[in-house]
């Protein structure tokens, strides 16, 4: 799933390092791991 968003060499990392732009992308992967049925996008 991070290859998908983009983060592939940042799975060492912990998520207060990550800039605002790599948080959002760990944000949707997360949504898309969960058995979420809908996903709202905001910008």
């Known amino acids: 799933m991070l290859y998908l968003v983009n983060l ?6 912990y998520c207060n390092s ?13 949504a898309f791991v969960g058995d979420t049925k809908i996903i709202l996008l905001d910008e």
Request: contains cysteine.
């Open 8 to 13: 592939q060499g940042s799975q060492e990392l």
């Open 18 to 30: 990550l800039s605002g732009g790599m948080k959002r992308r760990l944000s949707l992967a997360c």
